[in-house]
């Protein structure tokens, strides 16, 4: 499972991440609010731990953005502030739990429990098959055989939206809207680009290009299995002390 960790405070900062990674996360990090978001916007995380004050980009504005551009990840806020309607207002603008400085330890793991559990309930009913590949839209992956393909957020959204629509032709205007959004300056040469990390990554030839129109996957192909690239996720460990 991987989190990003989205805090100012660089004791917190550090203290959090050690914590989530002896208990078999993953963990990424940023400092401030406007590279959280773009980090966000880049990668694929099971959930995001959010500071509510955070500078050049409060917590709210981030997970607006987030929300704004269809980032439907979970979102843990954290803050010092108590009030019913602060924790009100972060809900409202997407927040999924809303947890108050200090806290305890425990009660954040088991919040992640819940929220990681969450997005489990159904997974096996959402499942996309095409290609002799495995899309798993609840946890972002992608199985292979045996094996878990790491994609990054474009690459993972490309992917899935050729699998859906597996032995169609997908035109580029479709893809530029759907993967980097309707309103981006990016031009096609990025879905080319995109592309050829996806033949590269889960080394299939079956993503067909239909010149000057866009791209689809070939009906009926097997992909070969691939090398390597597993994840294994590592035991837990016990930390009794408060977080500010």
């Not at 400092?31 to 995380?45: F, P, Q, S």
């Not at 981006?184 to 079956?206: Q, W």
Request: net charge neutral; glycine share 8%.
């Amino acid at each position: 499972m991987k989190i990003l960790l989205i805090e100012d405070n660089l004791k917190l900062l550090d203290a959090l991440s050690h914590l989530l990674k002896n208990t078999g996360y993953i963990v990424d990090t940023a400092t401030d609010g406007k590279t959280g978001a773009e980090v966000a916007v880049m990668e694929i995380y099971d959930v995001i731990i959010l500071d509510r004050m955070l500078p050049q980009l409060d917590g709210l504005s981030v997970l607006k953005e987030l929300r704004e551009q269809g980032i439907d990840t979970p979102v843990l806020i954290l803050s010092a502030k108590d009030d019913p309607n602060e924790r009100a207002e972060g809900l409202n603008a997407g927040a999924d739990d809303y947890l108050v400085k200090p806290f305890a330890v425990k009660e954040l793991l088991a919040r992640l429990r819940v929220l990681i559990r969450g997005k489990n309930i159904g997974q096996f009913d959402h499942l996309i098959k095409a290609a002799g590949l495995i899309l798993d839209p609840i946890h972002k992956q992608v199985i292979k055989g045996k094996e878990k393909i790491d994609l990054t957020r474009k690459e993972f959204l490309l992917l899935e939206l050729l699998m859906i629509n597996c032995g169609q032709v997908v035109t580029r205007e479709c893809i530029m809207g759907k993967v980097w959004g309707y309103n981006s300056d990016s031009g096609f040469a990025s879905i080319d680009i995109y592309i050829h990390f996806l033949r590269k990554k889960i080394n299939i030839l079956n993503i067909k290009t239909v010149r000057g129109v866009g791209y689809y996957l070939q009906v009926g192909y097997v992909a070969p299995p691939v090398q390597g690239n597993s994840i294994d996720a590592g035991s837990g460990a016990k930390t009794p002390i408060l977080m500010q």
